[in-house]
């Protein structure tokens, strides 16, 4: 396991991070412990979780799971989210003062601690003005109630609008995003990573393995099957198999992927991680497992490190394919600018 700062902060954290969407639907709970262990014992330090996840029982599980073992608390960096509903009411939503101080609240006492290390905007509110929300946030560092302030799903302009209010005004800064991103989904590279880069935020990916496309899972021009995913439901979210599968590149990425995880004696999925834990301002990539076994597979990327070669031929097979202006090499060299000799 190798480690890095959280962002621009002084906290260190795993390079690898558990996620927990999984905890309390796809995996019971005697099997989520288990994950919790294992991550642990392999170097893990970096958990990540959110309210809405199977409705607070995600967070009760890594309660309990802490409750269980004394001093692994001390050990970890927990973060969380809040912004999706948790009730029917009007404002059992959203990122407004009245939603988030009672979501924190809630899931301070699921989680059990004192203090959430990382919390984050699940999503950009457009009800509520972030400059409420920050304001929230800068209460809540103040009270103890949570260490870092991060933010999931915010486009570019969103970001870069949070983190310079948060800045300006004297409020705690945006130190992470947690975005999709992964071999098939670089979109974010056009607005998004600049954001990141030039402001020191840390990206925290979350569908690191494509829900389960780069692993090698899946044939083409074969509709899943089975206790995947994508066999209980072919048609699930921007994984859907119908449109991935009619892309020439996503199969000229798998088999990229093949060769390079055959050469190395490892499997795609850690490939696959590795490429994305060393993309640039990535601090740490979310893990979601359904089993210990395929835990055990993604944490052989804990210290895999791809050559020069292996990145150029994973970057060139999924390059994003856009118009040659604003984000293609026009646009780029227009904006590149060197010093006169």
Excluded at 70 to 98: C, E, H, W, Y
Excluded at 111 to 125: K, M, N, P, R, S
Aim: proline share 5%; net charge negative.
């Amino acid at each position: 396991m190798r480690y890095r700062r959280l962002g621009s902060t002084g906290t260190i954290v795993s390079t690898l991070c558990l996620g927990t969407m999984t905890f309390g639907a796809e995996t019971d709970e005697p099997g989520s412990h288990a994950q919790l262990d294992r991550f642990v014992e392999a170097g893990g330090t970096f958990l990540d979780t959110a309210d809405v996840y199977t409705r607070g029982v995600s967070e009760q599980i890594v309660g309990r799971w802490l409750s269980a073992r004394p001093g692994v608390r001390d050990r970890l960096v927990i973060a969380t989210k809040g912004r999706f509903p948790m009730g029917d009411g009007a404002n059992d939503a959203g990122l407004s003062r009245t939603h988030l101080s009672r979501a924190l609240d809630a899931s301070l006492s699921r989680l059990g601690v004192e203090t959430i290390d990382l919390y984050q905007a699940h999503a950009w509110d457009p009800l509520t003005p972030i400059e409420e929300t920050l304001r929230f946030y800068d209460d809540a560092v103040r009270a103890g109630k949570i260490r870092y302030v991060g933010v999931s799903n915010f486009v570019g302009w969103q970001l870069q609008k949070a983190v310079l209010l948060a800045r300006f005004g004297g409020l705690p800064p945006i130190v992470t995003l947690q975005p999709q991103y992964n071999l098939l989904a670089r979109d974010i590279e056009h607005e998004v990573v600049p954001v990141c880069v030039n402001e020191g935020v840390g990206i925290l990916p979350w569908s690191p393995l494509g829900g389960g496309w780069l692993t090698g899972k899946y044939r083409r021009d074969e509709l899943p099957t089975g206790a995947t995913r994508l066999g209980e439901n072919p048609n699930r979210g921007v994984e859907a198999y119908a449109g991935r599968n009619a892309s020439e590149q996503t199969w000229q990425v798998v088999e990229a992927l093949g060769e390079i995880a055959l050469a190395r004696g490892v499997s795609m999925a850690a490939v696959a991680l590795a490429w994305l834990a060393d993309a640039p301002a990535v601090t740490s990539v979310i893990l979601g497992a359904r089993t210990t076994a395929q835990l055990d597979d993604n944490l052989t990327a804990g210290d895999l490190v791809l050559d020069p070669a292996e990145r150029e031929r994973l970057d060139k097979v999924s390059e994003p394919r856009v118009a040659d202006y604003p984000y293609g090499r026009a646009g780029i060299d227009q904006r590149g600018r060197l010093l006169p000799q």
